[in-house]
């Protein structure tokens, strides 16, 4: 890899962390999406799970784990609070015991509807178009497939 040599004066620079960057601009992005979650009853994870589960009704606890990025510690919490607010169920899978379903209650398919206004909100303050914001998801996403490796 072909790396540019700079000083460790300028390397050290706050402003020229990309770790720094990433770290604040997810700061601002939960800020934003706050009061927009607050007005359908979720958490920030528990919107990311919603979205996983409109995609894919009845994953695994483990699917999900995998597709958020998240261990079981943190995600059992989650999704109890979720069946707790009647938006999720949870249920042994019957051909294998050590599988929990997770699925979505009607309550859970009708707030989906609710929810289908953030992501243009999102988008008009993000002040992107349609095709810059998707490729700056690819690339984020494709540095953290990098980073996972």
């Known amino acids: 890899m072909n790396t540019p040599h ?3 004066d300028q390397a050290l620079r706050l402003d020229h962390q990309l770790c720094f960057a990433l770290y604040s601009a997810s700061l601002a992005m939960t800020k934003l999406y706050k009061p927009l979650l ?3 009853g979720l958490t920030y994870p528990q919107y990311l799970a919603m979205l996983a589960l409109w995609e ?3 994953a695994t606890v ?5 597709r958020l990025h998240l261990d079981s510690g943190t995600l059992t919490p989650l999704l109890k609070r979720l069946e707790a607010a009647g938006l999720v169920t949870r249920l042994r ?4 015991e050590r599988r929990v379903l997770i ?3 009607a309550a859970g ?3 989906k509807t609710r929810a289908a206004r953030i992501p243009g909100c999102v ?3 993000t002040q992107c178009g349609v095709s810059e914001a998707l490729a700056l998801t690819q690339q984020v996403q494709a540095l953290r497939d990098r980073l996972s490796a």
């Open 6 to 8: 700079i000083s460790s």
């Open 38 to 40: 607050d007005e359908i």
């Open 56 to 58: 894919r009704d009845g």
């Open 62 to 66: 483990s699917e999900l784990g995998e």
């Open 93 to 96: 899978d019957v051909q294998d």
């Open 103 to 105: 699925r979505l209650t």
């Open 109 to 111: 398919r009708r707030l």
């Open 123 to 125: 988008l008009q303050a």
